[in-house]
């Protein structure tokens, strides 16, 4: 800093000793050069004395009185400068603070919105739940109330199919000539080797098209019996004929008409029965007595009930005498 006021020194001291130049544009000069720290110098400051002696024949006399003034007058005129400054500077702080409070107050404005959304979002959720709620348990009455109703229904449609039964096997056109009454009762009657012929109030075949082509299962008849114990006349006759290698080579099977419940489950219950198999323990002189076993299908549970008849030769009932107890007649009174 100090070696470039000295070159602005020696231009100036050339372009003072030029002789056109007057005294006062020689301070005006001076006072650029110096104005950075001139502004703060009194008359009687030493380093003024250090330019006088610079510009002997020309700063002297006129110097003190003109930087004098220029001072006064830059002084002025920074005063002026940091006056417009000043109300630059609280003009655009009142715009400032202005915008702040806009700011502020749409800040307060949505915060308050936001908080009554909020409540309403928390009042709707509220009821959302209560609703929710109250729909989920009248879900789970309405399931319980199904399930029971599926029930009665299964155990109505079961009991509408007792006296039902199911054949399976017979040739398609079979019964062409007949009526299917006419020809089932006698088939019954025929295979089974019944002494009468059973009664019959409805018989036909299950829903579908005709299956007339090579290797087509035929469609099985349903048959509804009008006695409810020749129904099951019916179905033993079949569990014995099933029984004869005659029976097990047959085309023909009788089966009780389930429902498609029952089916589904004696279906998923077909492989573990599979693997469950029931042992009738005898002592070897008690085989040769065996006139007859009897496995009656499974029902309810994994095991079958087993009739065995057994013949003793040896073995004579005892005769026994009844005798009617009196005191069954005898009155208290």
């Known amino acids: ?28 000069l001076i006072s650029v050069i110096y104005s950075s ?15 006088s002696r610079l510009f002997p024949d020309r700063v002297k006399p006129l110097c003190k009185e003109e930087i004098e003034k220029g001072r006064k007058e830059s002084k002025a005129e920074m005063e002026k400068w940091a ?51 109250s729909m989920e348990t009248k879900l789970k009455e309405l399931e319980k ?31 062409t000539g007949k009526t299917p009454l006419e020809f089932i009762a006698g088939l019954l009657k025929e295979k089974l080797g019944l002494s009468v012929t059973p009664t019959l109030d409805r018989a036909h075949r299950t829903l579908g098209a005709r299956r007339d082509g090579a290797g087509a299962p035929p469609r099985a008849f349903v048959v509804r019996c009008h006695y409810y114990i020749e129904k099951e006349e019916i179905l033993k006759k079949a569990r014995e ?5 005659e029976g097990r080579s047959g085309r023909i099977h009788i089966f009780p ?24 323990l005898l002592d070897k002189k008690l085989t040769p007595m065996v006139m007859h076993v009897e496995y009656p299908g499974i029902v309810l549970s994994d095991h079958s009930p087993v009739t065995l008849k057994l013949k003793f030769p040896d073995y004579t ?4 005498m009844w ?7 005898a009155d208290d009174d």
Request: glycine letters at 2%; a positive charge.
């Open 241 to 245: 004929m099933e029984r004869t290698p």
């Open 1 to 28: 800093m100090q070696t470039h006021k000295t070159e602005l020194t020696y231009k100036a001291y050339k372009y003072l000793h030029t002789p056109e130049k007057s005294p006062h544009e020689v301070c005006l």
């Open 323 to 329: 005798r009617l107890n009196s005191r069954l007649l």
């Open 83 to 133: 006056k417009s400054v000043e109300d630059n500077t609280k003009a655009q702080f009142e715009l400032l603070r202005e915008e702040v409070r806009l700011i502020s107050e749409t800040s307060v404005s949505l915060a308050n919105k936001m908080e009554v959304r909020k409540k309403e979002v928390d009042d709707t959720l509220n009821d959302q739940s209560d609703s929710i709620t």
């Open 317 to 320: 009932p005892p005769q026994r």
């Open 145 to 175: 109330e199904m399930l029971t109703l599926r029930r009665r229904s299964e155990d109505l449609e079961a009991r509408s199919r007792r006296n039902n039964i199911r054949i399976v096997g017979v040739r398609e056109g079979a019964e």
């Open 37 to 51: 720290f001139w502004l703060h110098l009194g008359p009687d400051d030493p380093r003024l004395k250090q330019v």
């Open 257 to 280: 008409d389930y429902t498609q419940e029952v089916n589904n489950k004696r279906a998923a219950f077909k492989e573990a029965r599979s693997l469950l198999i029931d042992y009738l």
